[in-house]
Structure formats: C-alpha cells, structure tokens
C-alpha cells in the first residue's frame, strides 16, 4: 500500500471544541491529508458519516449532545458503520474512562495532550488496517463472484451429465435390447438350422423317403426342433430370469436329451469338409435322470455341440458324457479342440464377450449360464490352449433334492460363442 493511498483517505474529526477541531485540521493538513471533514455537532455524526464516509473518525468523549461513548456504541451496532476505526482524543486519563471507551468499541486511544508523531503514526497504522480490510472484503466479494458463477456453471455442467447419461442409458437400453435379440436368433437359427438341415435331407433322398422309419425319425427331430425353436422365442423375455411358478420340470433322463441334442446339431457338422469331420462319441448312464424343461436342457447342449465345433479346427471328436454321482446327474461336452487362453476363460460368461467377431453374439454360454441357474444346477468349465475344453453340468437327481440356490462356475477354462 502506498503513501498516496494513506493520504487519499477521509477522515472525521468530531469535537464540541472548535479550536480542537482547527488545529487537528491544521496538524492533519500539514502532514499530507486533504480529505478531511470536521464537526463540533455531535447529533450531526450519523448524517455526516452517511454523506462523508470516512475511513476514520477522530472522536472526543466529552460532548454534549451525543458523548464519545453514545456514538461508540451505535457505530458498532449499525454493521453498515461498524468498521469504520475510531481513534479517541480524550482529556480524561482514568483508566476506568480507557476501559470503557475500548469496550464500546474504540479501536485506539490518546490521551490530551499527545505528541503530534505519536497521533501520526497511530493514524497511519489505523489507516492501513482499514485499507488492508477493504482490501480484503473487495477479494472476498470477488471470490463470492467467482464462486457463484462457478457454482451456475458447475450445476449446468452436471445438468447436461445428467441428460447426457439419460441419453446414454437409452442407448444402452437399445442396444442391450439388440443384442438380446441378437441372442435369441442365435439361438433360434440354431434349432433352424435342424429343420432345414433334416428336411433338405427329406427333399433330396429319395431313399430316405422310401424308408418310412427313417423319414419318421427326420420328421421327429424337424418336430422337435421346431417346438425348440418356439420356446427360445417365447424365452426373450425370460433371459437370466430365476425360475417361476409356471416353469413345469419333469423327470428327464439326460441320455435321452444328449441323444435328441446330437441329432439337432448333426446338419451342421455335415457341411464341414472331409477332412475337417467332427465325430460324435458317447458314454451314457440311464441312470443320470433330473428334473427340468426338455427344450431348454436341449438347447443348452446344442450350443455347447456348437461352440466344440467351432473349437475344432481340423478333424475331431466330440465326446459327451452322462453319470450319475452321488445325489447329482451330471452331463459332459468334451472336445478335442484348440482350448482356451486364461484370460478368454475369465471372461467366457460374460454377456456379449466372443471370440468369433461377426460370427459370434457373445450370447451362446450367457443363455447357458441362465438356463442353467433356473434348474439349480452348476456349470464347470475346464480348458486350457492345446488341451481341448470340457463344460460340465452339474443337476440335481430329483425334484426333491431340489432347493434354491445361486449357480456356482468353476471357470478354469472355456470358449465364447
């Protein structure tokens, strides 16, 4: 703070004396200070402070009128005023009469007569105490600016968040709804491809035609294909969702269901060239019988017949397994297949995660894992890069064995479809 600043402030000198007033106007103008206002009224203070605004007042105690200790206490009750230093001249050297001006609200005091460097310095020290704490309230009321539009932009930032993750979130709706469909036509192209594949088989073998057993076991599996496949469209709304009171099980006996599925997914392995042939072996046990939905328990290992094709790129074999183990039926897909990388295996149930690219929706062992959680069963699946891929399913006997729990995954290995 410079001295130009310090000799620009106004200054208030209330005296009832005038000859006091004069030579402290003289005194002040003679050591730089021009902006200086006195009055020997007392009742007048309040409207000259109103027109005057000093930076400091010069006050007397001793007045008729309003006394030194009246305008103290008023000054620090108007919070407008409350500021405003006041440096007190007075004649009385009591200590009791200093105690009670610096209650009222003094901020300094000189007693008559002082030393005209004394009352300089403490009017200088006054001063910049009183320009340093404009100072800061300016910085203040400028921060509290900032702060403020800092806040309206911050509230509009975070509306425009908000909206955008409305937006988002829409999105993700859409595309979440696309690819669940886009798992459901998996699905469904998959028991298509049945139909299609047996029937093909019908229209171009006249032999197969001719033989009525054989023509009725092609008819059979187009038959049950197609109720597979109105099952997975009516199952849209039924992704990942836990078993209801409508979903019916019976007693099924696995081998049977591993049979049925083979035969679906036979078509497909049909296409591959000679010498990239997938064979199919089995090692059944009637005794592997449990509780659930045939369609669903069919389509779970049609995809995973499928996904072991693709596993294998040249010629193979499939091996699929039914056992009975303790209070558990259980059922095997084994291939003989590239295996997986351990870190596709730790992702290999996450929805839409594939390995195919295009080819692939990331839904195959997702629906899997669904179905499978609603019959309380646990899925298992080992592999490892250049050891093939074994998925188990783990099922519950008998409906009475049955009871509610989360579906357990041992993810040692795997293979997205």
């Known amino acids: 703070m410079n001295e130009t600043t310090l000799k620009e402030a106004h200054i208030l000198l209330v005296d009832d004396e005038v000859a006091s007033t004069c030579l402290m106007t003289n005194f002040l103008n003679r050591i730089g200070y021009t ?61 009791k009469n200093k105690r009670r001006a610096l209650a009222a609200g003094a901020t300094d005091l000189l007693v008559k007569p002082f030393d005209p460097s004394e009352v300089s310095m403490r009017i200088r020290n006054l001063l910049q105490a009183r320009f340093l704490q404009l100072e800061i309230q300016e910085q203040n009321h400028l921060l509290e600016e900032r702060v403020r539009e800092r806040t309206c932009q911050l509230e509009a930032a975070l509306a425009d968040l908000h909206a955008a993750q409305r937006h988002a979130m829409q999105q993700e709706r859409l595309s979440a709804f696309g690819e ?39 008819l059979r599996i187009i038959n049950t294909a197609g109720r597979d496949g109105a099952h997975v469209v009516s199952r849209l709304r039924d992704f990942y969702r836990p078993r209801g009171a409508a979903d019916v099980f019976e007693a099924l006996d696995l081998s049977e269901i591993v049979t049925q599925a083979i035969a679906l997914a036979r078509p497909r392995g049909a296409k591959r060239a000679s010498d990239k042939a997938v064979s199919f072996q089995t090692d059944l046990d009637v005794k592997a ?13 049609t ?73 309380q069963g646990t899925l298992e699946i080992e592999s490892a890069p250049g050891k093939g891929t074994t998925v188990r399913i783990v099922l519950p006997l008998s409906v009475h064995s049955v009871e509610s729990h989360d579906v357990t995954v041992a993810c040692t290995g795997a293979y997205a479809s």
């Open 35 to 95: 902006h200086l206002e006195s009055i020997n009224d007392s009742t007048r203070v309040f409207e000259t402070i109103e027109s005057f605004a000093p930076d400091l007042i010069l006050l007397d105690l001793a007045m008729p009128g309003l006394n030194g200790f009246e305008i103290l206490n008023a000054l620090r009750a108007d919070r407008q005023n409350e500021q405003i230093p006041v440096l007190v001249l007075t004649g009385d050297a009591s200590s």
């Open 180 to 218: 669940m469909a886009g798992g459901v036509v998996h699905d469904f192209s998959n028991a298509l491809m049945s139909v299609i594949g047996y029937s093909e088989m019908l229209l171009t073998n006249s032999t197969a035609r001719a033989d009525e057993a054989t023509a009725l076991e092609y």
């Open 289 to 301: 019988t449990a509780n659930g939905i045939g369609a669903e328990l069919r389509e779970v290992l």
């Open 303 to 375: 995809n995973l017949i499928f996904n072991a094709m693709d596993a294998i790129p040249a010629a193979g074999v499939i091996t699929l397994r039914t056992q009975q183990r303790d209070e558990n039926a259980i059922v095997e897909v084994i291939d003989s297949g590239a295996g997986m990388a351990p870190d596709v295996r730790e992702r290999c149930l996450e929805p839409f995660f594939t390995t195919k690219g295009d080819q692939g929706t990331g839904l195959g062992l997702a629906m899997v894992f669904g179905i499978i959680k609603r019959h």
